[in-house]
């Protein structure tokens, strides 16, 4: 009996995964998007160095490095890893990075109010990473803030929060600004 012949499947446009989608790593890219955005000293053999650096201690600060790599990285080890990482540009390129914590200078109980502490702190020489919750957990980049809008250096490709998508509690549908977790980062020399 003859059969007819199979079509092949619609060959249809899928949107490809891109970094982050299928881990929790931003937390180690906002490390490398922040000192890169006040040294403009680092090149991608020193970033891609950074990168294997931090991935590797994880092995030593994580019980399984495996589990911030698909859950993502708490407080404690980003603390961790941004030591390891101004050890290692300071060792590398000489440059001097300060790391502040600023979740207490950044207490505020209203959204207006996070937002002149931020834009106190933030300048050409300091940048902020942000950790976010809500929509997402994610740790991104704030480095300018104009009117309404934070301006961000993200690794998933956001370029800015808009303050009426912004929150400082609990929501699912908005962005909750992590203030208590805030840490400045600070290009002291050269």
């Not at 180690?28 to 006040?38: C, G």
């Not at 808009?162 to 992590?178: F, N, P, Q, V, Y």
Request: aromatic letters at 6%; proline letters at 4%; one cysteine or more.
């Amino acid at each position: 009996m003859p059969t007819a012949a199979r079509k092949p499947p619609a060959k249809r446009r899928i949107k490809p995964y891109t970094q982050g989608d299928l881990d929790s790593m931003c937390g180690i890219y906002a490390i490398i998007n922040a000192f890169r955005a006040l040294c403009g000293e680092m090149t991608w053999e020193i970033s891609t160095q950074l990168f294997q650096r931090l991935v590797r201690c994880l092995n030593r600060h994580a019980k399984q490095a495996v589990v911030p790599i698909i859950f993502g990285t708490d407080r404690s080890l980003m603390r961790k890893l941004l030591s390891e990482a101004q050890r290692y540009l300071k060792k590398r390129l000489k440059i001097e990075l300060a790391i502040e914590p600023k979740g207490r200078e950044l207490k505020a109980k209203s959204l207006a109010a996070a937002w002149v502490r931020l834009s106190a702190i933030v300048d050409e020489t300091t940048v902020l990473i942000l950790p976010l919750s809500g929509r997402w957990d994610h740790w991104t980049v704030l480095y300018e803030i104009k009117g309404r809008k934070i301006r961000l250096i993200d690794s998933d490709d956001r370029r800015e929060l808009t303050r009426s998508r912004c929150t400082l509690g609990a929501a699912k549908t908005h962005d909750c600004l992590e203030l208590s977790g805030t840490i400045a980062i600070r290009r002291v020399r050269p």
